[in-house]
Nanobody, 126 residues
């Protein structure tokens, strides 16, 4: 089964940056839709960004222009660059994947994704 391990979370002041990484094993991500999701206590998990081959990307409106999702099919890694961070970005961030042929569009709906990492915490102070 696909295994996903996130890293790169931490604490940063507002306006700062972080770079999250997701290491994928056992399967080539070229065959998968990949996404980043985040969740805070008491709230539903929301899609932050997604990507599929040929660099088709989707972003949550509130992060457009600040976050960038990317992947490297050679190293089998998924990344999320978070710039101009705001306190509202504080959350547990999760990496997710699903076989592209099983997805309806590689979007930002968590129900589409089958495989999940354990999460990495991001905290942005004011």
């Amino acid at each position: 089964q696909v295994q996903l391990v996130e890293s790169g979370g931490g604490s940063v002041q507002a306006g700062g940056s972080l770079r999250l990484s997701c290491a994928v094993s056992k399967y080539a991500i070229a065959q998968f839709c990949m996404g980043w999701f985040r969740q805070v206590p008491g709230k539903e998990r929301e899609g932050v960004a997604s990507i599929v081959n040929f660099v088709a990307t989707k972003y949550l409106d509130s992060v457009k222009g600040r976050f960038t999702i990317s992947k490297d099919n050679t190293t089998n890694t998924l990344e999320l660059q978070l710039n101009s961070l705001e306190p509202e970005d504080s959350a547990m961030y999760y990496c997710a994947a699903v076989e592209s042929w099983r997805s309806k569009g590689c979007g930002l709906d968590s129900i589409e994704y089958s495989y999940w990492g354990q999460g990495t915490q991001v905290y942005v102070s004011s």
